[in-house]
Each structure stands twice: as C-alpha cells, then as structure tokens.
DNA sequence: GCTCGCACGGCACATATGTTCTGTTCGGAA
DNA sequence: TTCCGAACAGAACATATGTGCCGTGCGAGC
C-alpha cells in the first residue's frame, strides 16, 4: 500500500472511504474530525493537503464536501458505467430489435460495470448469451458479454452482426474473403454462415465476458 | 424509463447524473439551479422533494451537497467495491502468501467491481489466472477470477485450496472422498491431486469470472 | 367568477462548512 | 543551547448552502 502517509492520514483516508461508501457523498471537515477523533478542523484541512500533494485526493476550493478521492497516482477511481442489457442473444437467435435502441431508452435493463471492465469505452451495451453455442470461445450459457459498438472489424474478431436479409442478429467470428463474409461460430460441431459482405452490417465487438457462478 | 417526472424534475435527475459523473460529489441547490436554468433556489428545492418521493433520491436535511441518486424504486445504486488482486494463480502453482494477506494490507492492486458482480458479498478477493490450466472451466490465460472467503465447501465446487504439506495454493475442483480429498483440476490432460482431507484448508470459493478481450 | 392546489419567483435567514490567523509542541540539525 | 520546520490546537471569520415565508400565475372543477 502507501507508506508515505502518517498515522493520520490513513485514518482520515479509510473515513473517507467508509463514510462515502455510507452517504455515497463526501464528508465535511467536521465529519471527518468527528469520524476520526481529530481536535480541530486546522488539522484535517492540514492533512487534507498532505493528501492532496501526494495525490490521494482531489478537493476543490471554498465548496463545501468537494473531496474526490483518487487512487494514489492521482487518478480518479470509483466510477462505474449503466451498460444497457439489451437481450438475449444466441449464435443464430436474433437480438430483440437491431440496436438502434442504444441512443433511445428502449431496453429493460442495464448492469453497471467499470471502467476497468469497459476499457475506458463508452459506447458498450450488453448481452446475456444464451445456449451453449459459443463454448470454444469460452462462453457459456448466462454469460454476459459486453460489446463495443462499432460498425468495422479485423478479421478473426469477435463481433456482433446483423444480417439484412434475414433481419436477425448474431454473435460470430468474422472473416472477410473477397466479396463474401464468413461468419464462425464459436462451437466446433456448428458451421460457418457464408453471405455476401453487404449483407451483413456489424454491431459491435465483444470486449469483455463476465459469468457468475 | 420514468413518466411520471415532470420536464423539469427529468432534467433534474440528468443534471444531477452528470454532476457527480464530473465531480464524484453531488451539487448543491444553486448548483441545480445554474445547470437547469431554474429561476429559484425554492423551485430547486421543490422538486427535489417530489423526486424524494418519489424514490429516485434521498436527502438528507440540513446537510450540504446530502443528494444520493437511487434508482427509481428507493434503491441505492452506483457502488464499486475495491476488490484485493491477491496475485496470479495457476493450477499448481502457488499464490504469493497463503491469504492471510487479506486484512493486512500485503497486496498490491486492486480491481473495481459491482456488487452485482460480488452478489453482495463483502469478504471476496480476485486472483489472475495464468497459463490455460482451467480451460475446461471457461476459465484463461489473464483472466481474472474472483473468490469468496470460506474455509468449507461442497463437493464439486471451484474452490482456492492450500495444500499444507506442499505450501501451495491451487485452484481446483473439489471432491471429498472418504478421509481423502480428490482435487480435479480443470484440464482434462492433466490428473487430478489425491491427498488426505486434513492436509487441505479451503481458501475460497469461485464466484464470478472476468474475461477482457 | 370563485376557490383551490400545484408549480413557481424572490428573498431573507440560519447554519453548515471551508479558511485563516495566532500560538504551541516537539524533534532534529547546526 | 538555539533555530527551524512539521504537526497540531483553538478560535474567529467569511461564505457556501439549505430552508422558510410570502406572493404570483394558472388550470381544474364547481
């Protein structure tokens, strides 16, 4: 951990993780006096400076409980995206409505993750993937996967596609050859759809799976 | 989503959504009136009760800035628990210190996870996987899995198991057999551990795992 | 038209809260 | 010893901020 800081600083450091993890809002001077049996408010704000240089906090001036607590290198920490579930998805079952969803409100519910998790990416939506269709690629039945919408991809990717002519969508592996596309699935005893490359439109690259068991 | 919140009170809520995006502390009446163009702190107020009653805040009277964001049906939300990374872990290999490490402070990272993502759980901690040991888990190379703090289980359950004779700790499945224990890694290729069931002291149970791409 | 409740405007007030100033204590360097 | 800066005490001060009060406009219902 940090061994930069004093006895005291630690200790006002776990107040303010305990107490806005509490409030989900931040202490003021004299919480964090009270919380930590300290005499007087000259000495938080004394040691809220000493924080502050050595970037374990972010306060800003003259407003009240604006103490933002970094990771110690000074980065933000704490903050986790509403990533909107927007279905069901099997290899080969269609997502409920092609994801144009996104930007209206019209899916039922979200699960938030963090920015570790989305890679820093905002536009990520996901899916609970259903069956056990896609296990060579270590996904299972109940897993979510977490996509980056985009509408290009490499070769080999992992992408959710849509297909115009079927109007459904699925979750493949993608190749391009020549004028047509093939699309794998990740499940050695299914094979691969051949269309033609305007046929297909991606929706997004899975960059993350999560499972519960 | 919500139809039963005036235009105002939406805005409201989106403010407030943003503010706290920005500043990881939540704005103070003249702050909402500013940022949505309302003429009167009063009228602030005002709204912030309907939507208190509504459920989607909660307040705390006479304290500053003292706005959570719930979800709409009175619940908190919005929480991350930093989750230890006590450190890597392959199927025979050993965890850097047998997991006493986990009130101390002896660990090096952490990750951020949801509590949807922990279940709830308070005493969890994650370890990297290395090597493709547990492919038949679904589970490799640089994924991360995360575990529950217990010393029992029930058979069959993927659980971290310190082998006391050997001073290692391992990520294997569990089977008591008699006054012996079974310990089946997650590879068909590899065989699995006999040893006698009081050489074993459970470290934790596998309760989620998490894939980037 | 009249009443009444809802949403709003304006403003003063009380207090919650960050800041600052003056000292004090204490340990190490000179 | 003397000097000096880090850490702390205590209190006053300035302002940031929530609250309450009084009034207005307006549409619904009678």
Chains 1, 2 share one sequence.
């Not at 004093?6 to 409030?23: G, N, T, V």
């Amino acid at each position: 951990m940090a061994d930069d800081l004093s006895l005291k600083q630690r200790s006002i450091l776990q107040f303010l993780e305990e107490f806005i993890a509490d409030h989900d809002y931040p202490p003021s001077i004299r919480d964090i006096q009270n919380g930590c049996d300290i005499s007087s408010t000259s000495v938080v704000d004394y040691n809220l400076k000493r924080l502050e240089e050595k970037g374990y906090i972010r306060r800003d001036r003259e407003v009240s409980r604006a103490i933002e607590l970094l990771n110690g290198q000074g980065e933000r920490r704490r903050r986790t995206i509403a990533v909107p579930l927007l279905g069901k998805i099997a290899a080969g079952r269609p997502i409920p409505t092609p994801p144009d969803t996104l930007s209206a409100g019209g899916y039922e519910d979200t699960i938030e993750l963090t920015e570790e998790q989305t890679g820093g990416r905002s536009n990520v939506f996901a899916l609970r993937v259903e069956g056990n269709s896609m296990i060579d690629a270590l996904i299972n039945d109940g897993d979510i996967v977490v996509l980056e919408q985009t509408d290009t991809c490499d070769d080999g990717e992992m992408v959710a596609v849509w297909l115009k002519g079927e109007n459904e969508t699925t979750l493949k592996k993608f190749f391009r050859e020549g004028e047509r596309v093939r699309l794998q699935p990740m499940n050695a005893t299914m094979s691969p759809i051949y269309t033609a490359a305007d046929n297909v439109a991606v929706q997004g690259r899975v960059v993350t799976a999560i499972r519960s068991l």
